[in-house]
């Protein structure tokens, strides 16, 4: 797969610190304090749900290279768009409900796009119906995450990002739990299943700290603690690839590796 060069100059390292890029993950516990980085936003952080944009940078430096194409399905406020933008690669959004000037609409449960076309997707799809994020029929959002349907409507979505991923490339599908009315459901596992029956293999699973939601107050830490309940305090993001003939992602390098602890 592709590898973000790393290099040594301390001009490469003077630029970085300018445009307050983010660290270029290397472990799976990831955490960031802002929503954004740089000089220019990159998605709106009032938006309801919005992704973390540290997210993205991290999945287009490890598994894009320029001029790849990157699609979200789910495009919110253009998170992706902005982010992959600025790092030279081709991006298409689209949203039951767009928010960005650049996000088309469309239902993520129809990709329009040819099958093997996309070298990367990246997805921060509804963990239920805990958020109103529109008013569109289409919306998935607006399903429990405690019915069976939620999870059969994102199979839909599941299998058409397996159709239009180019062999060998990757989805990163970022998900979080719910805990509602003091019941538990295991949503990130669900999807991690999912993905599984859909037909992709498995990469990585990284935890995102959860630190902008609006549960991180004094007064839900309170509640959480006197009424016996967790808040959520990280997501999911599932990385899986879509298998390519004879395995691996194609590049062409061959690597000994020792087992670390």
């Not at 973000?4 to 955490?31: G, I, M, Q, Y």
């Not at 409507?153 to 180019?166: C, P, S, T």
Request: charged letters at 30%; a positive charge.
């Amino acid at each position: 797969m592709p590898k973000r060069r790393l290099s040594k100059k301390p001009s490469a390292k003077k630029k970085e610190v300018e445009n307050d890029l983010p660290p270029f993950e290397s472990t799976t516990l990831w955490d960031y304090p802002k929503q954004s980085y740089g000089k220019n936003p990159k998605g709106n952080n009032k938006f309801q749900g919005v992704t973390p944009a540290f997210i993205i940078w991290n999945m287009v430096q490890r598994y894009t290279e320029r001029g790849d194409l990157v699609v979200d399905p789910m495009a919110g406020s253009g998170t992706t768009i902005d982010v992959c933008e600025e790092e030279g690669r081709k991006a298409i959004g689209y949203d039951v409900n767009p928010q960005h000037p650049k996000i088309i609409k469309n239902d993520s449960r129809k990709i329009p796009l040819k099958d093997s076309s996309v070298h990367m997707v990246f997805i921060d799809s509804p963990y239920g119906d805990n958020v109103k994020y529109s008013d569109e029929r289409a919306d998935i959002g607006k399903i429990s995450a405690e019915d069976e349907k939620f999870y059969e409507e994102l199979g839909l979505v599941a299998n058409e990002i397996y159709r239009v991923l180019k062999p060998g490339k990757v989805v990163g599908w970022l998900i979080g739990d719910q805990w509602v009315k003091r019941k538990f459901t295991p949503v990130g596992f669900k999807i991690y299943q999912l993905l599984e029956n859909v037909g992709f293999e498995p990469v990585d699973v990284v935890c995102v700290t959860r630190r902008n939601q609006s549960s991180n107050t004094g007064i839900w830490h309170y509640r959480a603690r006197k009424f016996n309940f967790f808040l959520r305090g990280f997501k999911y993001l599932h990385i899986f690839r879509k298998p390519a003939p004879g395995g691996g992602s194609k590049t062409g390098k061959k690597t000994k590796w020792a087992r670390y602890k």
